[in-house]
């Protein structure tokens, strides 16, 4: 009784609101409610998360496989060319210069036997003519002697006019031998093929036995002195003794107007002591024609400075890898098969400027790892990339 006067109270209530009033009063209502609705309605059906496995980012790392090679090394020099023979042309004899040849000039070229210069020869053909006229009259004195021992008999002072007969003959041919002997040394020739370095006489010039006239050397042959430390003795099969034409090939560098060329040579000595200041071992290269144009090189000049390759031992079994693969100077980092980091230590055969010669702690197939890498670990797993199964000879970088 009292509820459906309760209901009839209410719905008199709304009965006697205005449509917009009505709409204002319901409003709160119906979001609430809408609000709710939701709430459970996303309640009872949570959206699914998909769950997604978690990567793990490896170290990257570059490899080539170790692979091992005969090495045939090479020992790097420097020099200064230098002609294999010089020498000072000497006067023998006093004269005045009647003669010179158009090649006795400072870089003029001659050939051996070639009259390079020659003096006036009148005072010794004169003391040609004097001596002859000695040798005669000795060898009548001689003559007359024995005539004498013919009509008297054979006694002690006869045997000895006959001896210092003979004795005064022999003197005056060696005096014509003299004179004849001086009279050539007023022509002087070329002893080898060679190049004039510097002159001190000319024409019309008068020179005293002894004086300096020129200063040349040959051209057959150049020479190069080359240092060699205890170091790259090693690493080199050098004659130690005595000269050989079998000695270690020898590449020459050299530049001449801007262009570089080169020469070839062989090491033919070694100087009979080491350097007291440096304690370095010379050795002697020679370059066979070194200004020989069919060659189509130019002229390897005395003076020149130039580099050199020595050709050195060949070694066995010895792996080449690149300069940045080992570690603290002898150590180097390898991958197995289940990609896991593992450190080899190595000997050296040689530290070079960019390649490092192993002689041993590498098995033949094992992957270097040639990239940097960042804080490495004992057995960390990696990433290979790039791998290369070439030796480092073929490899690049």
Known sequence: MKGSRFLSNITGMFSSLSGTALLKALLPVVVLGGSVFLAILILANPPKIEKKPIERTLPVVKVMQAHPEVVQLAVKSQGTVTPQTEVNLI?????????????????????????????????????IVKAKAKVKEASGRLAKVKADIRLKKDTPITRAQVSEARAGLHAANASLQEAELKRQRTELYAPFDGRVKSTNANISQYVRAGQELAQVYSVGVAEVRLPISDEQLEFLDLPMQGQTDNGPYVTIFGRV???????????????????????????????????????????????????????????????????????????????????????????????????????KGLKPGENVVISPLETPIENMEVKVIGQNNNTYNNFEN
């Open 91 to 127: 006067a023998e004899v006093s004269g005045r210069v009647t003669y010179v040849a158009s090649s006795f000039k400072n870089g003029g070229y001659f050939k051996k036997g070639d009259l390079l210069i020659a003096f006036d020869p009148a005072e010794y053909d004169l003391g």
């Open 257 to 359: 107007a801007n262009r570089k060329y080169q020469w070839r040579g062989r090491i033919v000595r070694t100087e009979a002591s080491l350097d007291p200041k440096s304690r370095v071992l010379y050795a002697v290269v020679q370059v066979k024609n070194p200004n020989q144009a069919s060659s189509g090189l130019p002229p390897l000049s005395v003076g020149m400075y130039v580099n050199a390759n020595i050709q050195g031992r060949k070694y066995r079994d010895i792996y080449v890898l690149p300069r940045k693969s080992v570690k603290q100077g002898k150590r180097v980092m390898v991958v197995d098969e289940s990609q896991r980091l593992h450190f080899r230590d190595v000997d050296l055969l040689r530290d070079e400027r960019d390649r490092m010669l192993v002689k």
